[in-house]
């Protein structure tokens, strides 16, 4: 019974784990939707609710439409996404961008003022140029890294238009025209470039000044410039590469100087502190050493010296004349010798 009840024990367990899995990985996905549906707002999309075989696809279609990136998620970039509900479905739609072959140049246009203040009516600020074909663009392209794409509804072809199209074309071209009050004098057209339109004044380079009058179209480049208390700059940091020299010989060696920064003594004087410590340490060590080996050996030499140290005993024979006294006793007596000991002699 115990063990029927312990396996049924163990068997709720995993249910319960499993149940808890399944619950946090639903709440992972409801997070990912979440967020999924609020970068749509922003045209972002989400690629962790995209699988692999979906991510696979789109990558796949951008490189047959040739649009060059470096990975899935600027692929992804260029993309757009709309989110659309339906009953009790949300369809989570990715738009891939279908291009062109063909390679456009981006043209900007500017009236420019004349003397009379007329300037050629233009409807469009850029226009993009093919080998065939000649587009007005409407509405701002989108750009991604160094890639612009414009959608088809935001370019106007200007096969027929006899203005700027013939004025592009070198042509004879027929344009409306009106007042330049609108068109401003002094306009940046992007970093690095300035079109001063029928400008007077004193245009200041760094520390040079020149007086400007008419139209023109400054051009600088890691350089600052003032025009009419207006200050433009355009910075670019790159790094210098060494030029290897084509021919150095190596010049002969005439003497060596050694310089020594304050750095460069305060470094040596401190290893010299180590070195020092360290020689003094090790001085110690060896004093020590042979300190203690002296006196280990007078030690040993005292103790061994006292165990040799021995009481000696001098011993002597005495003969005296024969008689027959004498000799009767040294008959009796088995003819034993006599000595004399000197036990109370020191021995040195």
């Known amino acids: 019974m115990l063990n029927t009840i312990r396996k049924d024990d163990n068997v709720l367990m995993e249910i319960i784990v499993n149940l808890q899995n399944k619950i946090r990985l639903i709440k992972e996905e409801l997070i990912n939707i979440r967020y999924a549906m609020q970068w749509a707002n922003n045209n972002v ?25 470096k990975n899935a998620e600027e692929a992804l970039n260029l993309s757009e996404v709309n989110v659309l509900s339906k009953n009790m479905k949300i369809i989570y739609m990715v738009k891939i961008p279908l291009t062109l072959e063909e390679t456009f140049r981006r043209i900007i246009i500017r009236p420019v003022k004349r003397p009379n203040n007329i300037v050629i009516k233009t409807e469009y600020k ?12 409407k509405n701002k392209c989108e750009t991604y890294s160094h890639v612009t794409i414009c959608k088809e509804t935001n370019l106007v072809d200007l096969a027929k238009d006899l203005c700027i199209a013939r004025i592009i074309n070198s042509l004879n071209s027929t344009c409306s025209t009106t007042n330049g ?21 004193e245009l200041e380079i760094n520390t040079t000044s020149q ?37 150095q010989p190596i010049p002969l060696e005439k003497e ?5 920064s304050l750095e460069a003594l305060k470094d040596l004087h401190i290893r010299n502190i180590h ?9 110690f060590s060896i004093g020590s050493l042979i300190t203690a080996t002296l006196l280990i050996t007078i030690i040993l030499f005292l103790f ?45």
């Open 45 to 69: 999309v989400n690629s962790v609710i995209l699988s692999k075989e979906e991510i696979e696809f789109s990558i796949n279609k951008l490189k047959r439409e040739k649009v060059p990136f």
């Open 126 to 137: 850029e226009i993009l140029k093919g080998i065939n074909t000649l587009y007005g663009i």
């Open 181 to 201: 009050h609108q068109v401003p004098t002094l306009e940046e057209i992007r970093s690095g470039v300035i079109l001063l339109n029928q400008f007077n004044g």
């Open 211 to 247: 007086e400007i009058n008419g139209t023109h179209v400054v051009m600088y480049h890691n350089s600052t410039i003032k025009i009419n208390n207006q200050i433009f700059s355009n910075m670019e940091a790159k790094s210098i590469e060494t030029i290897p020299a084509i021919l």
């Open 256 to 260: 060596y100087i050694e310089l020594l």
């Open 275 to 283: 070195r020092i410590n360290a020689l003094k340490k090790a001085t």
């Open 304 to 348: 061994l010296r006292k165990r040799s140290v021995k009481i000696q005993y001098v011993e002597k024979e005495i003969v005296k004349p024969s008689t027959n006294q004498e000799i009767t006793s040294t008959n009796k007596t088995n003819h034993v010798p006599t000595y004399v000991s000197f036990n109370d002699l020191p021995f040195y």
